[in-house]
């Protein structure tokens, strides 16, 4: 199927980045470029053989398949494929065949590196790695729709004085927004009203557009902090609504921008740790959507974020434990409090439940457990209370079976080694993930070590834990590479969580297992197994680029949910996402399978 230059052209404006490259530059690809037709079941490339350059797939689909055989991914109309091996060292990485008959561009080697550092636009596109932040931000250069209010309260022109300002005492808010329908007529502030109406001693049926501020200044959601500060500074203002197409979506005042400054991990942590009820730490947990708001639109990376939203769970939960032994006298014996899931491994976002255990001193007594029993359930109950929720599969310390002597969860670890049927394989994965929060931490340091000792030299368990580990996959699939939920109130969504970061999170807790490495959080586990020769520097910089893109782009989604008044989720439409951002994820979850498939045929590392 021979193709014009025209035909090229065209398509090309098409496909990111070239769409946005100048027109000298697309000329050149097109000068460049190779049109290869191959027949349905051909081979375009095979495992480590030379690379010709990128491909683009015009027409027709594409089976990549890994060096076990294993498919990663089923590509189509616009997908590219190969840089990944053509930018490592000129080999293939994988097996790519044609699925049907297919008609797809080649860009040579020395075009794709021009290209790279030529265009930065293609640099970004081909560089798999999501780079580093900025850092964080401050409140000059933070962006409106990150500071503002939404949804402020109204009033048509036509209400009186006395009504709003009845309003404005039942919401508790010091300036109201005057509407006639979505359009922005004007703003009245409390100060409005005591100085130009109370002082000025007009009659009761005075309306509120008599006294209000018409066409207020606005700013738009895009708009920085920097211009809030410096309008309420140049006019001496403490209210700014926010418009966009000419609809009110917002206001900016003093106290929001207080507020902001104040809206900060150690500002919670202090307020927590001051409690006297969960009541109250629930009064601060409520803060949390916002913080994650703040902190990824602050420029922090992941691991960043979900390690200090993680430190405000670990100071409720100790906060708590202070609580339940003021409530209920000294602990009779020693004990020690864990969480495991997303707690444990430091990895908590916007939403969370608690999965959580007790480990007690081996001398405790069947008369000494009621305390124990008291302690977990009043631990638990404020945790739910703050939001942490009851854990639907019952991990928790409110179990009687999570609340025993160190010997007997000695005896746990060692029956889920040498029995290791699906339900102790399920439980070892939790398990593993422990981490001491309150309470006397060396009741779980010999305990850890001696089960990580037995737990690697049984092979047949690895092996079970391995298998159990690659029951989450990455959501690849037909169409634009990836397989969306089917059915139910996520249908056609990704799920981040389950399908994205836990398949990282699985094969972190396998190298830690394979190399006896104590570390709970998933990016430690990376880093720990290259440095200890459990993983290839190769095979974690690939892992972790990975693990970083699908994390934050999951934080990314709940942000978004987060300031569209939604609550935050794991369950991400595709289409929220651009051709540039589902290209890099599609590639993320290769990875991630690539991975998984090496580790499922034996092999820890990844050249």
């Known amino acids: 199927m021979p193709l014009s230059h025209d035909e090229i052209a065209r398509f090309l404006k098409s496909v990111h980045p070239y769409d946005v490259l100048p027109s000298d530059a697309l000329d050149q690809i097109v000068k460049q470029i190779e049109v290869w037709e191959v027949e349905e079941d051909a081979s375009v490339y095979e495992l480590g053989h030379k690379l010709p350059g990128v491909f683009l797939i015009y027409e027709g689909q594409v089976e990549i398949t890994d060096e076990n055989g294993a498919i990663v991914s089923h590509l189509g109309l616009r997908n590219s494929f190969g840089e990944r091996g053509l930018l490592k060292d000129g080999k293939a990485a994988t097996k790519a065949r044609a699925h049907t008959p297919s008609v797809l561009m080649v860009l040579p080697p020395d075009l794709v ?48 004085v006395q009504e709003a300002a009845q309003i404005m005492r039942d919401k508790h808010i010091s300036s109201l927004c005057v509407t006639d329908g979505e359009k922005l007529k004007g703003i009245a502030t409390l100060r409005d009203i005591s100085g130009k109406y109370v002082a000025n001693g007009l009659p009761e049926t005075t309306r509120i557009s008599e006294i209000m501020t018409a066409n207020p200044v606005t700013l738009s ?45 150690a500002e919670l942590v202090g307020r927590i740790a001051k409690a006297d009820s969960a009541e109250e730490m629930a ?121 025993q002597p160190v010997r007997v969860w000695r005896d746990y670890f060692k029956g889920w080694i040498a ?46 834990m391995i298998s159990n580990s690659l029951k989450h996959t990455p959501p690849l699939g037909l169409l634009r590479g990836f397989a969306t939920i089917r059915s139910g109130e996520h249908r056609n969504t990704l799920d981040l969580k389950h399908n994205g970061v836990v398949p990282v999170v699985d094969l972190a807790r396998i190298y830690a297992l394979q190399g006896e490495l104590t570390e709970a959080n998933t990016r430690a586990r990376l880093k720990v197994a290259e440095a200890s020769g459990v993983l290839s520097p190769s095979g974690a910089r690939d892992l972790l680029d990975a693990y970083d893109l699908i994390a934050e782009t999951r934080l990314e989604h709940q942000v978004r949910l987060v300031k569209s008044g939604a609550m935050p989720d794991n369950y991400l439409p595709p289409s929220e996402l651009s051709d540039f951002e589902r290209s890099h994820l599609r590639d993320a979850f290769v990875v991630v399978k690539t991975m998984q498939s090496a580790v499922g045929h034996g092999k820890g590392m990844l050249g």
């Open 113 to 160: 590196r021009s290209l790279i550092d030529n265009h930065d636009v293609v640099a970004k596109f081909f560089n798999r790695t999501r780079g580093d932040r900025s850092g964080p931000q401050s409140l000059a250069t933070s962006s409106i729709d990150v500071l503002m209010a939404r949804d402020p309260a109204t009033c048509p022109a036509d209400t009186t």
């Open 221 to 265: 959601p895009s708009d920085i902090g920097s211009d809030v500060l410096h309008i309420m500074m140049e006019r001496g203002i403490g209210h700014i609504p926010v418009s966009e197409g000419g609809r009110l979506v917002g206001i900016v005042t003093q106290t929001d921008l207080t507020h902001y400054q104040a809206v900060n991990s």
């Open 283 to 403: 009064r601060v947990t409520a803060e949390i959507p916002q913080l994650l708001v703040q902190l990824v639109a602050g420029g922090n990376r992941h691991e960043i974020v979900t390690r200090l939203i993680t430190d405000i769970a670990d100071t409720v939960t100790r906060r708590l434990l202070k609580l339940a032994e003021s409530e209920l006298g000294p602990p009779p014996v020693p004990y020690l409090w864990l969480a495991c899931g997303s707690q444990g491994r430091q990895e908590q976002t916007g939403v969370s439940d608690q999965d959580n255990c007790l480990m007690l001193d081996d001398s405790v007594t069947d008369a000494d457990m009621s305390y124990f029993t008291k302690l977990a359930k009043f631990v638990s109950d404020g945790l739910d209370v703050c939001g942490y929720f009851y854990c639907p599969g019952d991990m928790m310390a409110t179990n009687p079976r999570w609340c």
């Open 419 to 464: 029995k290791p049927n699906p339900e102790a394989q399920m439980l070892a994965s939790v398990m593993f993930d422990l981490r001491p929060i309150g309470g006397a931490f060396e009741l779980f340091g010999d305990l850890q070590a001696d089960t990580l000792a037995v737990a690697r030299a049984n092979s047949i368990f690895v092996a079970h």
